[in-house]
């Protein structure tokens, strides 16, 4: 499986963004499929999972913030981002937590004003 992800871009703080990571085969994992970022000079963090429409995991820095969400069909995930703060400025990228296939190219979040 590959990973492409899009929707990036740069937004004010408070504002909202929607990614998109479409996979070329299924997102089916026991593992779940997660959203993960990283931020120049750190490491790269998982910051949502999701394991089903209902089991879902986020990192306390985007808790009530950000949203994930997937749609099997169209083996694609979503992350709806709303009240974006500066600290959220990152490479984002999609791939399955605990089980990696090579990363994708990310897509490049800027929070500023």
């Known amino acids: 499986v590959q990973f492409v992800e899009s929707g990036g871009g740069l937004v004010q703080p408070g504002g909202s963004l929607r990614l998109s990571c479409a996979a070329s085969?299924?997102?089916?994992?026991?593992?779940?499929v997660g959203w993960y970022r990283q931020a120049p000079g750190n490491q790269r963090e998982l910051v949502a999972r999701?394991?089903?429409?209902?089991?879902?995991f986020y990192a306390d820095s985007v808790k009530g913030r950000f949203t994930i969400s997937r749609d099997n069909a169209k083996n694609t995930v979503y992350l709806q981002m709303n009240s974006l703060k500066p600290e959220d400025t990152a490479v984002y990228y999609c791939?399955?937590?605990?089980?990696?296939?090579?990363w994708g190219q990310g897509t490049h979040v800027t929070v500023s004003s």
């Open positions: 791939n399955f937590p605990g089980v990696p296939v090579d």
């Open positions: 999701t394991f089903s429409t209902s089991n879902k």
């Open positions: 085969g299924s997102i089916t994992s026991p593992y779940g």
